[in-house]
């Protein structure tokens, strides 16, 4: 371990009061974007945030307020690679969500914005911003910008609560990820971190894999899983995804090149030492057809009883690279690292898997009350993505949920719920 506590080149807080649930960074690292949020209340504050730096300072491009009166605020960012377009999502209040897109060197002026039933529960980016991918409730929605402005084409999947999606760099191939059957989205807290009454939550997952063929989603496959999917990700060049689940399993697919019947997985695997419950944290990288998938999830000793105890969980982040030849891959640990607190999604790695980062806290339960009454601190950790070895930890006083890491390797753009963002460059990385 080289340093315990690692300060960052620069911090700021946009909003005294307010929480970060997403933050985004740029393959270079020089464009930033972010947005404020309230997991429990309305704010009349709530707004998106770009900013540019050289690494030793951020410089505000611009801001774009949500409006009165607005019930949890900014869910999830992106920006695309090259830095040029940016999307953000959330609500507005129940049943209210939107969705905006900007021209980041233009700014507020470029701004298009698509409503939607429910909150935008994540949006990512092509690498040139000529696509976007977003998911809410039982639907898709893919942008494709022509000149000026994007068009919008709306998948529904039926009977479903869409959680997570993904997009390859050319915005070629498309996953998204969530539930079917029983799920029902009120027994889930705003960021979904745990469901108030887990052993209520009947339901199967389910991956969906798509071709975008001249803006329009063509489904190439999909797959269930036993327990709901939490996120999905794919790699830079749309050759593999993963998904991960509720029991703590994570699977790996490599893309097909022509629509299949059902998607099979290269593999799945959980941890045989560790038993692990909710797994949001997921990233992957195929580096030369080698392929790392990175996964935490919380530790679930106790069963069923442990969303509702007093003391505060922990968990566990781990690397897996695929092994073995073709028809006979499996899943092999390169190593397994316990967290201070139970992982949330802000785990990613850079293109090179040099570098992978995890964020951590949770809110803390109390027996007779299945609403959380405060929250843990929470950490960010940068560990070394092939062996595991912890390069800094930095801790804050409340939970942390995003921790972005750019393509190149050579900076981390995170947030927290003690409302700040946080930035680290050379010579941390």
């Not at 009947?202 to 991956?207: D, K, Q």
């Not at 695929?322 to 028809?327: H, I, K, P, R």
């Not at 595991?388 to 753009?413: C, D, H, Q, R």
Request: charged residues 15%; glycine residues 12%.
């Amino acid at each position: 371990m080289l340093q315990d506590q690692f300060a960052p080149n620069w911090t700021l807080t946009p909003t005294s009061g307010l929480q970060i649930n997403t933050t985004a960074i740029s393959a270079n690292g020089a464009q930033l974007i972010t947005g404020t949020s309230s997991e429990y209340g309305e704010s009349s504050d709530f707004a998106i945030y770009s900013y540019a730096t050289d690494g030793s300072a951020p410089s505000l491009q611009w801001s774009d307020p949500l409006g009165d009166n607005v019930t949890q605020g900014v869910f999830w960012v992106t920006v695309s690679g090259n830095g040029a377009y940016a999307a953000a999502g959330g609500q507005y209040g129940s049943g209210n969500g939107f969705l905006r897109t900007y021209n980041v060197g233009v700014g507020v002026s470029s701004r298009q914005e698509f409503s939607a039933d429910s909150r935008i529960n994540e949006v990512e980016s092509s690498y040139d911003g000529s696509t976007i991918i977003a998911v809410e409730g039982a639907n898709a929605l893919l942008l494709t910008l022509n000149g000026q402005s994007y068009s919008d084409s709306q998948t529904n999947v039926s009977e479903s609560y869409l959680r997570s999606c993904g997009i390859c760099n050319t915005g070629e191939i498309v996953v998204v990820g969530g539930e079917l059957d029983s799920y029902s989205e009120s027994v889930e807290f705003a960021r979904g971190r745990k469901p108030a009454k887990r052993a209520e939550v009947s339901s199967t997952g389910l991956v969906i894999l798509y071709a975008n063929q001249s803006g329009t989603l063509v489904e190439y496959g999909r797959f269930h899983t036993a327990t709901g999917v939490l996120r999905v990700v794919i790699s830079a060049d749309g050759g593999y995804f993963a998904a991960s689940t509720k029991n703590g399993y994570v699977y790996l697919f490599a893309t097909p090149d022509s629509p299949v019947s059902g998607l099979t997985p290269l593999w799945s695997y959980t941890p045989s030492d560790q038993s692990l419950g909710l797994t949001y944290a997921l990233a992957i990288a195929n580096v030369s057809g080698q392929v790392y998938v990175g996964a935490g999830g919380n530790y679930d000793g106790s069963g069923a009883t442990k969303a509702a105890s007093d003391s505060p969980g922990f968990g566990f982040a781990y690397m897996l690279k695929n092994a073995g030849d073709s028809g006979e891959y499996y899943p092999q640990r390169l190593w397994i690292n316990q967290l201070e607190y139970c992982p949330n999604p802000g785990m990613n790695m850079d293109a090179n898997a040099q570098y992978v980062t995890s964020a951590d806290g949770e809110p803390i339960f109390s027996d007779s009350n299945s609403s959380p009454q405060e929250e843990t601190p929470g950490n960010f950790y940068l560990f070394n993505a092939q062996t595991g070895e912890l390069y800094w930890k930095y801790a804050t006083s409340l939970m942390n949920w995003p921790m972005s890491i750019n393509a190149e390797g050579t900076a981390v753009f995170a947030g927290s719920d003690d409302g700040s963002v946080y930035y680290w460059g050379s010579p941390a990385l």
